[in-house]
T-cell receptor, first 114, second 112 residues
Framework: DVKVTQSSRYLVKRTGEKVFLECVQDMDHENMFWYRQDPGLGLRLIYFSYDVKMKEKGDIPEGYSVSREKKERFSLILESASTNQTSMYLC?????????????FGAGSRLTVL | GQNIDQPTEMTATEGAIVQINCTYQTSGFNGLFWYQQHAGEAPTFLSYNVLDGLEEKGRFSSFLSRSKGYSYLLLKELQMKDSASYLCAVSPNAGNNRKLIWGLGTSLGVNP
């Protein structure tokens, strides 16, 4: 019954490494999102996409990039991981139209950068 | 700026009723959303208000007053499983803008 799947639940990486976080949804949703969640800072939007190959910056895009080559898949890339990118990363999807802000989240990927 | 305020923590007793308030100041308004997040899990959608008034969904209800920039989530017949963080979020824009403004969440503890 899992609808939004994130590839890794826990990752540990070294500073400077390239990190890929993968997200797949099976609900045929047009919109996909990457958030990070930190204590005291709440949910912050990194990037979102409303169509294949389309992307828009969220509130904190610096240090991240994204890729959406297929409708069901949205990848988050950390080109050179830094310790301040240690966080919980949440992928979400939603349909177009009135349900666009009814997000279905994945289980999250907890990234630790050493 | 755009801001959402909600209490950081609340506690209540099993079987009781609890009201979690949310006030917002945003550039526009296209709907207010409540999500529930259990510890270590992802948020899940609870309710949505776009017009003033009360929306009821089983034990949970959500109220909106757009003129006051105010909403509350009402949880009745509290159960231990309702211990979670409750996130208030506002959509400030219609159209293709999908940027929700999120509150920091209210951590609700339910005691036996």
């Amino acid at each position: 019954d899992v609808k939004v799947t994130q590839s890794s639940r826990y990752l540990v990486k070294r500073t400077g490494e390239k990190v890929f976080l993968e997200c797949v949804q099976d609900m045929d949703h047009e919109n996909m999102f990457w958030y990070r969640q930190d204590p005291g800072l709440g949910l912050r939007l990194i990037y979102f996409s409303y169509d294949v190959k389309m992307k828009e910056k969220g509130d904190i895009p610096e240090g991240y990039s994204v890729s959406r080559e297929k409708k069901e898949r949205f990848s988050l890339i950390l080109e050179s991981a830094s310790t301040n990118q240690t966080s919980m990363y949440l992928c979400a999807s939603s349909p177009q139209g009135t349900g666009a802000n009814v997000l279905t989240f994945g289980a999250g990927s907890r990234l630790t950068v050493l | 700026g755009q801001n959402i305020d909600q209490p950081t923590e609340m506690t209540a007793t099993e079987g009781a009723i609890v009201q979690i308030n949310c006030t917002y100041q945003t550039s526009g308004f296209n709907g207010l959303f409540w999500y529930q997040q259990h510890a270590g899990e992802a948020p899940t959608f609870l309710s949505y208000n776009v017009l003033d008034g009360l929306e009821e969904k089983g034990r949970f209800s959500s109220f909106l007053s757009r003129s006051k920039g105010y909403s509350y989530l009402l949880l009745k017949e509290l159960q231990m499983k309702d211990s979670a963080s409750y996130l208030c979020a506002v959509s400030p824009n219609a159209g293709n803008n999908r940027k929700l403004i999120w509150g920091l969440g209210t951590s609700l503890g339910v005691n036996p």
